[in-house]
């Protein structure tokens, strides 16, 4: 048996959804800048897509811009933001992704401020409030769900400071678009970020919602595609694949949830019956926290460093955020920004509407063999 509960790092296509973009393969090879009729066939499929992306999070059409996925969309609007919109000054937390963390890196001339978290990952909105009271030109940017533990971060708070004090208002949503609904006609957003492949559509394709307001130059130069804000012909399959992947992710949305915060509960609370000293990385509370994303913190045991790799072996696929567990030298740096421990292995579970309560019980099986006699007293 195999299991898959890596679902945070990207999800399987859903079957409508190849079918979608088989369909468009065979039938849609137009060029969409060409004006004869297979060109504007194809180019009506992508603002179709348009037209129900917008529609699904309630925006207007001409504030989605197709992008290659979440990274690029991050990095438009905080290069946009820098050197388009006048912002000086940046202020995040030190457990974003690193598309976007990277990205304010980049940016060399512009302060830089970081939001207090608390040991479960939320940030201090009376923090957030003080350091936006300064008066600058301040762009805000944080996470909807934290990647790696989970936390979700209340956007309509954070929006109205944004707007009670001038600032824009970045959200990496690319965690839970398709997961929650999300409203931007009650919610004041200036950008938000999404990738396909989190929601059961195919990689290297995404968007950027920018508010309508707003006017930035290109990352990509090129030709006058997506209203000349991204040049290059566009991933007509990967759009039309996507809209529908979308589309089936907000139909019957609170039963996806129901089922998978099922499952997440059904395993912590199964690993706390046979894994003595375990914990968890990020807020339990089901409301504080994405539905699909389970960080569990193993109790010391000898082999750590191998726990990823002796799942794989037995069959099931999860990640891991720290040393111990990925292999990599410096650890994870969402746990280093909520004081987490790097030394104790840690591994993240994610869930999907795909997977099975028996697969669970399949993992629990695997994850006891891995830990049997080997816990460091």
Known sequence: MRVYLDNAATTPMAPEVIEVMTEVMKNNFGNPSSQHSF????????????????QLIHSEPKEIIFTSGGTE??????????????VTRIISSPIEHHAVGHSIDA??????????????GQIDLKHLEELLKTGEKT?????????????LLDLKAVSELCKKYGALF?????QTMGHYPINLKEIQIDF????AHKFHGPKGIGFLYMNKNLKITPVIHGGSQERGLRGGTENLIGIAGMAKALEIANHEISEHQHYVQGLKSYMMEQLKKRVPGVDFYGETDPSKSLYT???VKFPDFENKSMMLFLLDLDGVACSGG??????????????????GDNNKPNVRFSFSRYTKKEEIDYALEKIEKVLAGQLVK
């Open 39 to 54: 060109g504007r066939e194809s180019k009506a499929i992508i603002e179709h897509a348009r037209r129900s992306i917008a």
């Open 73 to 86: 969309a991050d990095n438009m609007a905080i290069t946009g933001s820098v050197n388009d919109l006048g």
């Open 107 to 120: 940016q060399k001339k512009i302060k830089y401020d970081q939001v207090k978290l608390s040991s479960t």
């Open 139 to 151: 762009l805000v940017s944080l996470m909807h769900a934290n990647n790696e533990i989970g936390t």
């Open 170 to 174: 970045h959200s990496d949503t690319v």
């Open 192 to 195: 938000i970020t999404c990738a």
């Open 293 to 295: 994303v389970l960080n």
């Open 322 to 339: 720290s040393a111990c567990t990925s292999g990599a030298s410096t650890g994870s740096h969402v746990l280093r920004g909520i004081n």
